[in-house]
């Protein structure tokens, strides 16, 4: 129960402040300072379980000894990733939510397929998405061509190989 | 807790992958190899940790990684960036310009995709050349999505940035 309860208190406590950032000022790199105050949330923590290891709110002692403090970390970690993953998909437009939504707000009367494809375009679904690759840093544009960065193609690297090991194909 | 109890959710992880890679290169079957490899490393984590007090948390521990694995997996099979990458990689050091990669990925193959996976799935029907919602689950996960991004954004797409900032 103490894994539990250190975890969730780290992890809300960072993601409310996290909010409260976001409230004020959205950062341009959203990932990378939604990284800084999480990881580093966590690492305040655990510099604090170690400094105070009397502390015992609501009677639960602070984490002790490398299997304890081992178990927090991974929670929060945890915890940390699969937000940052949901993140992703608040941050960017999923086409097939957006689809589904056009469809819904149709309402009744059903939505034509040629409505749907007219507002689908390159537009909408590519290009945000190579904006997004050179804030990233992920490609650079040279010359008129978007060409890869080491970022980028160690992404791709990691992706194509994963991909091929299950035997599936490109994806997209 | 021994170090070996904290590192269960880890352990399952791997169980988890190895799994689900096993099984998705057996049968071809990426969804299916997604819930087995969960479960078989769902198993995995629960015998490593031992029935006691810290089985719980591991395996709230073990279940954000398995939904990170998920996540992963669904990048590399759906994530229009991951795709987007992965042509400019195979075009080499000269890289794409935007119409050599129009040509290549497009709105136009992407949606005619997607449309086709929400046909399938009965997540959409068609009636007299109009479409209407079918089963609801996807159209409450966007819900979802819309409310975050209200709460975290301010705004309820990417296309509508002018709704606060």
């Known amino acids: 129960m103490k894994t539990l309860f250190w975890g969730n208190l780290v992890f809300f406590s960072f993601f409310l402040l996290h909010l409260a950032v976001w409230k004020v000022k959205l950062p341009v790199r959203q990932t990378k300072v939604l990284l800084f105050i999480l990881f580093g949330g966590l690492a305040a923590s655990l510099a604090g379980f170690l400094l105070f290891p009397s502390l015992s709110p609501l009677g639960f002692g602070v984490p002790a000894g490398a299997g304890e403090l081992l178990a927090v970390s991974l929670y929060v970690t945890s915890f940390i990733l699969a937000y940052m993953i949901t993140y992703s998909a608040v941050e960017a437009d999923s086409p097939t939510l957006v689809m589904i939504k056009a469809v819904a707000d149709a309402g009744e009367k059903g939505l034509r397929k040629e409505d749907f494809f007219a507002a689908m375009n390159d537009a909408v679904l590519v290009e945000p998405r190579l904006k997004d690759l050179l804030t990233d840093r992920m490609a650079v544009l040279e010359n008129g061509r978007y060409v890869l960065t080491g970022k980028g193609r160690l992404f791709a690297a990691i992706f194509s190989r994963y991909r091929a090991l299950l035997g599936l194909g490109k994806g997209g | ?64 990684l398995g939904y990170c694995y998920f996540h992963f997996l669904n990048l590399g099979e759906t994530a229009r960036r991951i795709r987007i990458v992965r042509e400019l990689a195979e075009a080499g050091p ?72």
């Open chain 2, 1 to 64: 807790m021994t170090i070996l109890q904290a590192l269960a959710p880890v352990a399952g992880l791997g169980v988890n992958c190895a799994a689900q890679v096993l099984y998705c290169r057996r049968s071809g079957r990426l969804l299916k190899s997604v819930y087995r490899g969960f479960a078989a490393g769902a198993a995995a984590c629960a015998l490593v940790c031992g029935l006691n007090a810290e089985l719980l948390p591991a395996l709230v521990t073990y279940g954000a």
């Open chain 2, 94 to 165: 000269a890289g794409l310009s935007k119409g050599e990669l129009l040509a290549r990925y497009n709105a136009k193959t992407m949606v005619e995709a997607r449309f086709a996976r929400l046909l399938n799935n009965a997540q959409v029907t068609e009636r007299d050349g109009r479409y209407y919602v079918g089963r609801p689950a996807v159209l409450h996960m966007a819900r979802v999505l819309v409310f975050m991004k209200r709460l975290l954004l301010g705004r309820s797409s990417e296309q509508s940035k002018d709704e606060k900032y």
